[in-house]
């Protein structure tokens, strides 16, 4: 068996400058994820979401997100989870979504709020009826006995609800609206291009090269 020290993968596939770059760094995220979506990466809305808690701890996860405007990026989850207590203590997150097969990566920072609950209900009424069930059912992140407990539990939500069950006041979405985002793509020897983007006070976005 090789040592991990040895495992290494020339990235040749593009490259990035600061002049094909949009202005607005949304709108950049938005391209790429939809050549990510085109080029059928999987799961190419999956990202991880870093939050800091008790005694500055980080914390991450694999969440997908749901929505990208210029408000910002959202995503569902339940508010009583280890991220919702974090987030409820500290809220400022870190996003990272990687498309090893397009040797690309956006790094994204900036404060959480929870949406509103008019988009909490029209989004939870489009899940599929199993997937509403399961968010009710669930104290996401607390211990469970058994995986049959747990599913006697969804029974039990089923019975009671049928095929309307109603949003959980601790389910819902938040939305991280970002101050900094950061491209990477992928090149030979190392030399990888990283274009950043940091919002300054006036509302608009500083953009800059950094060294890889």
């Known amino acids: ?37 085109l080029a059928k990466v999987p799961e190419a809305n999956a990202m991880t979401v870093s939050t ?7 914390s991450s996860r694999i ?12 995503w569902f989850t339940n508010y009583e989870s280890r991220k919702g207590h974090e987030l409820a203590q500290n ?3 870190a996003l990272l979504f990687y498309w090893i097969e397009l040797e690309r990566q956006v790094r994204i920072e900036g404060r959480i709020e ?7 209900d ?7 009826l199993k997937s509403r069930l399961g968010a009710i059912a669930s104290a996401q992140s607390r211990p469970v006995a058994s995986r049959a407990e747990l599913e006697a539990r969804v029974a039990e939500v089923e019975q009671q609800y049928g095929e309307h069950p109603v949003r959980p006041a601790h389910w819902g979405g938040y939305r991280l609206t970002p101050d900094y985002i950061e491209f990477w793509q992928g ?3 190392r030399l990888h291009d990283r274009i ?15 060294q890889p």
């Not at 929870?114 to 909490?120: G, L, P, T, V, Y």
């Not at 029209?122 to 599929?128: G, K, T, V």
């Not at 950043?196 to 976005?205: N, R």
């Open 1 to 37: 068996m090789s040592s991990i020290a040895d495992l290494r993968k020339e990235y040749s596939r593009a490259s990035l400058s600061e002049d094909e770059v949009l202005p607005n760094p949304i709108d950049q995220f938005s391209k790429w994820l939809g050549e990510a979506i």
């Open 52 to 58: 800091v808690g008790a005694g500055n701890r980080p």
């Open 63 to 74: 969440l997908l997100i749901k929505d990208v405007d210029q408000r910002g990026f959202t």
């Open 91 to 93: 809220p400022y997150a």
């Open 114 to 120: 929870r949406i509103s609950d008019a988009e909490n």
């Open 122 to 128: 029209a989004y939870f009424q489009s899940r599929p």
């Open 187 to 189: 090149r030979p020897s």
């Open 196 to 210: 950043a983007y940091t919002l300054q006070a006036d509302g608009s976005w500083k953009r800059q090269r950094l």
